[in-house]
Protein backbone atom coordinates (compact mmCIF):
# COMPACT_ATOMS: atom_id res chain seq x y z
CA UNK A 1 0.00 0.00 0.00
CA UNK A 2 1.72 3.21 -0.92
CA UNK A 3 1.86 5.40 2.44
CA UNK A 4 1.06 9.22 1.64
CA UNK A 5 4.05 11.71 3.19
CA UNK A 6 3.16 12.32 6.71
CA UNK A 7 5.07 14.60 9.27
CA UNK A 8 7.57 12.87 12.00
CA UNK A 9 6.61 13.29 15.66
CA UNK A 10 6.52 10.32 18.48
CA UNK A 11 3.74 9.01 19.43
CA UNK A 12 3.92 10.23 23.30
CA UNK A 13 3.85 13.54 21.82
CA UNK A 14 1.18 13.34 19.93
CA UNK A 15 -1.30 11.19 22.46
CA UNK A 16 -0.48 14.16 25.07
CA UNK A 17 -0.68 17.19 22.76
CA UNK A 18 -4.26 16.17 20.68
CA UNK A 19 -6.87 18.37 21.91
CA UNK A 20 -10.44 18.79 20.85
CA UNK A 21 -10.46 21.91 18.31
CA UNK A 22 -13.60 23.74 18.10
CA UNK A 23 -11.91 26.91 16.68
CA UNK A 24 -10.97 26.31 13.07
CA UNK A 25 -9.58 28.27 9.90
CA UNK A 26 -11.53 28.60 7.17
CA UNK A 27 -8.65 27.27 5.19
CA UNK A 28 -9.57 23.66 3.58
CA UNK A 29 -7.71 20.65 4.54
CA UNK A 30 -6.17 18.99 0.85
CA UNK A 31 -7.38 16.11 -0.27
CA UNK A 32 -3.57 14.46 0.00
CA UNK A 33 -3.44 15.10 4.21
CA UNK A 34 -7.23 13.40 4.10
CA UNK A 35 -5.55 10.40 2.43
CA UNK A 36 -2.58 10.41 4.75
CA UNK A 37 -5.24 10.79 7.82
CA UNK A 38 -7.39 7.88 6.04
CA UNK A 39 -4.25 5.82 5.47
CA UNK A 40 -3.49 5.79 9.16
CA UNK A 41 -7.15 5.03 10.17
CA UNK A 42 -7.04 1.99 8.56
CA UNK A 43 -3.88 0.82 10.81
CA UNK A 44 -5.66 0.35 13.46
CA UNK A 45 -6.25 -2.85 15.19
CA UNK A 46 -8.94 -5.30 13.65
CA UNK A 47 -10.84 -7.88 15.00
CA UNK A 48 -10.61 -11.44 13.34
CA UNK A 49 -9.00 -9.04 10.79
CA UNK A 50 -12.31 -7.98 9.05
CA UNK A 51 -11.42 -3.93 8.65
CA UNK A 52 -15.31 -3.65 8.58
CA UNK A 53 -15.01 0.72 8.40
CA UNK A 54 -15.70 3.15 5.72
CA UNK A 55 -15.50 6.78 5.18
CA UNK A 56 -17.43 9.97 3.90
CA UNK A 57 -15.50 12.78 3.81
CA UNK A 58 -17.69 15.88 3.58
CA UNK A 59 -16.31 19.11 2.89
CA UNK A 60 -19.08 21.02 1.33
CA UNK A 61 -20.75 23.62 3.49
CA UNK A 62 -24.17 24.50 2.46
CA UNK A 63 -24.23 20.19 3.17
CA UNK A 64 -22.77 20.42 6.39
CA UNK A 65 -24.78 23.33 7.91
CA UNK A 66 -27.80 21.78 7.07
CA UNK A 67 -26.78 18.42 9.04
CA UNK A 68 -25.84 20.43 11.85
CA UNK A 69 -29.63 21.65 11.88
CA UNK A 70 -30.51 18.14 11.75
CA UNK A 71 -28.63 17.41 14.34
CA UNK A 72 -29.90 19.28 16.52
CA UNK A 73 -34.04 18.67 15.58
CA UNK A 74 -32.94 15.30 16.17
CA UNK A 75 -31.42 15.62 19.75
CA UNK A 76 -34.06 17.55 20.55
CA UNK A 77 -36.44 15.60 19.48
CA UNK A 78 -35.16 12.87 21.31
CA UNK A 79 -34.89 14.85 24.41
CA UNK A 80 -38.68 15.23 24.20
CA UNK A 81 -38.51 11.57 25.18
CA UNK A 82 -39.24 10.67 28.65
CA UNK A 83 -36.46 7.99 28.40
CA UNK A 84 -34.13 9.64 26.41
CA UNK A 85 -34.40 12.83 28.36
CA UNK A 86 -31.39 12.13 31.14
CA UNK A 87 -28.52 11.28 28.38
CA UNK A 88 -30.05 14.76 26.46
CA UNK A 89 -29.82 17.04 28.84
CA UNK A 90 -26.56 18.54 29.03
CA UNK A 91 -26.98 18.76 25.25
CA UNK A 92 -30.15 20.44 25.31
CA UNK A 93 -29.21 24.27 25.98
CA UNK A 94 -26.60 24.13 22.92
CA UNK A 95 -29.28 22.43 20.23
CA UNK A 96 -31.61 24.98 21.72
CA UNK A 97 -29.45 27.97 20.36
CA UNK A 98 -30.08 29.01 16.97
CA UNK A 99 -26.29 30.30 16.70
CA UNK A 100 -24.98 27.00 17.68
CA UNK A 101 -22.99 25.00 14.69
CA UNK A 102 -22.35 21.45 15.79
CA UNK A 103 -19.67 21.55 13.66
CA UNK A 104 -18.41 25.04 14.95
CA UNK A 105 -18.16 25.94 11.27
CA UNK A 106 -15.30 23.88 10.50
CA UNK A 107 -15.01 22.85 6.58
CA UNK A 108 -14.54 19.09 6.88
CA UNK A 109 -16.39 16.32 8.45
CA UNK A 110 -15.07 12.93 8.32
CA UNK A 111 -17.58 9.98 9.16
CA UNK A 112 -16.59 6.85 9.99
CA UNK A 113 -19.19 3.99 9.35
CA UNK A 114 -19.29 0.48 9.99
CA UNK A 115 -20.45 -2.62 8.44
CA UNK A 116 -22.00 -5.57 10.65
CA UNK A 117 -19.22 -7.77 10.78
CA UNK A 118 -19.76 -8.81 14.26
CA UNK A 119 -19.44 -8.27 18.02
CA UNK A 120 -15.89 -5.28 17.40
CA UNK A 121 -17.07 -3.49 14.63
CA UNK A 122 -17.72 -0.21 17.20
CA UNK A 123 -14.34 -0.86 18.70
CA UNK A 124 -12.06 -1.00 15.18
CA UNK A 125 -13.80 1.97 14.11
CA UNK A 126 -13.30 3.80 17.48
CA UNK A 127 -9.43 2.68 17.33
CA UNK A 128 -9.67 4.03 13.69
CA UNK A 129 -10.85 7.19 14.85
CA UNK A 130 -8.20 7.53 17.48
CA UNK A 131 -6.00 7.02 14.79
CA UNK A 132 -7.16 9.58 12.54
CA UNK A 133 -6.80 11.99 15.27
CA UNK A 134 -3.14 11.03 16.61
CA UNK A 135 -2.40 11.50 12.93
CA UNK A 136 -3.86 14.45 12.47
CA UNK A 137 -2.11 16.53 15.37
CA UNK A 138 0.81 15.43 14.17
CA UNK A 139 -0.04 17.36 10.81
CA UNK A 140 -0.34 20.19 13.05
CA UNK A 141 -4.51 19.41 11.99
CA UNK A 142 -6.98 20.02 15.01
CA UNK A 143 -9.88 17.55 15.00
CA UNK A 144 -12.88 17.02 17.53
CA UNK A 145 -15.65 14.15 17.51
CA UNK A 146 -18.92 14.96 17.05
CA UNK A 147 -20.86 12.32 19.09
CA UNK A 148 -24.38 15.32 18.63
CA UNK A 149 -24.31 14.14 15.18
CA UNK A 150 -24.51 10.04 15.10
CA UNK A 151 -28.03 9.85 15.54
CA UNK A 152 -28.86 12.18 12.05
CA UNK A 153 -26.17 11.05 10.50
CA UNK A 154 -28.24 7.32 11.30
CA UNK A 155 -31.26 8.73 10.09
CA UNK A 156 -33.00 7.54 6.68
CA UNK A 157 -32.82 11.08 5.29
CA UNK A 158 -29.32 11.31 5.64
CA UNK A 159 -27.95 7.37 4.90
CA UNK A 160 -30.29 8.24 1.51
CA UNK A 161 -28.30 12.04 0.89
CA UNK A 162 -25.20 10.38 1.60
CA UNK A 163 -25.82 6.94 -0.09
CA UNK A 164 -25.04 5.31 2.59
CA UNK A 165 -25.81 1.24 2.21
CA UNK A 166 -28.89 0.34 4.10
CA UNK A 167 -26.39 -2.38 6.66
CA UNK A 168 -23.54 0.43 7.64
CA UNK A 169 -24.12 2.18 10.92
CA UNK A 170 -22.26 5.61 11.26
CA UNK A 171 -19.63 5.15 14.64
CA UNK A 172 -17.56 8.01 14.82
CA UNK A 173 -17.72 11.78 12.94
CA UNK A 174 -14.58 13.74 13.24
CA UNK A 175 -14.23 17.32 12.26
CA UNK A 176 -10.54 18.53 10.78
CA UNK A 177 -9.17 21.49 10.26
CA UNK A 178 -6.49 24.16 11.31
CA UNK A 179 -6.97 25.37 14.74
CA UNK A 180 -7.73 29.18 14.56
CA UNK A 181 -6.84 29.47 18.44
CA UNK A 182 -5.22 27.04 20.73
CA UNK A 183 -7.58 24.70 22.04
CA UNK A 184 -8.20 24.88 26.09
CA UNK A 185 -6.09 22.52 28.10
CA UNK A 186 -7.74 19.67 29.35
CA UNK A 187 -6.64 17.35 32.25
CA UNK A 188 -7.10 13.94 33.07
CA UNK A 189 -7.54 11.76 36.67
CA UNK A 190 -4.37 9.70 37.14
CA UNK A 191 -5.28 6.29 36.18
CA UNK A 192 -8.08 4.53 39.23
CA UNK A 193 -6.46 1.05 39.98
CA UNK A 194 -8.44 -1.49 40.92
CA UNK A 195 -6.22 -4.23 41.58
CA UNK A 196 -2.76 -5.11 40.33
CA UNK A 197 -1.83 -8.85 40.99
C1 LIG B 1 -17.89 9.78 21.99
C2 LIG B 1 -17.55 11.27 22.01
C3 LIG B 1 -18.50 12.18 21.63
C4 LIG B 1 -18.20 13.56 21.64
N1 LIG B 1 -19.14 14.44 21.17
C5 LIG B 1 -18.85 15.76 21.14
C6 LIG B 1 -19.78 16.68 20.57
O1 LIG B 1 -20.86 16.32 20.08
N2 LIG B 1 -19.45 18.00 20.55
C7 LIG B 1 -18.24 18.44 21.07
O2 LIG B 1 -17.99 19.65 21.01
N3 LIG B 1 -17.33 17.59 21.59
C8 LIG B 1 -17.59 16.26 21.64
N4 LIG B 1 -16.66 15.37 22.12
C9 LIG B 1 -15.35 15.85 22.59
C10 LIG B 1 -15.22 15.80 24.13
O3 LIG B 1 -16.03 16.82 24.67
C11 LIG B 1 -13.74 15.95 24.51
O4 LIG B 1 -13.00 14.86 24.02
C12 LIG B 1 -13.55 16.03 26.04
O5 LIG B 1 -14.12 17.21 26.55
C13 LIG B 1 -12.07 15.98 26.43
O6 LIG B 1 -11.36 17.05 25.84
P1 LIG B 1 -10.08 16.78 24.89
O7 LIG B 1 -10.55 15.93 23.73
O8 LIG B 1 -9.63 18.14 24.46
O9 LIG B 1 -9.05 16.06 25.69
C14 LIG B 1 -16.92 14.00 22.11
C15 LIG B 1 -15.97 13.05 22.50
C16 LIG B 1 -16.27 11.71 22.44
C17 LIG B 1 -15.20 10.70 22.83
Given amino acids: MPVPPYEPMGVMDA ?5 SVRDYTPELVSQASIHMLLYAAVQAPTAMHEEPWAFVVIQDRNLLDRLSETAKRT ?5 QNEDERGLARNAMNMVSDPAYNVFYNARTLIVIYGKPLGPFVTADCWLAAENLMLAACTAGLGTCVIGLAVPALNSPEWKQMLEIPEEMTAYTPILLGYPASAPPPSTRNPPKMICWK
Avoid: D, T
Fill in 15 to 19: IYQRR
Fill in 75 to 79: IWLQA
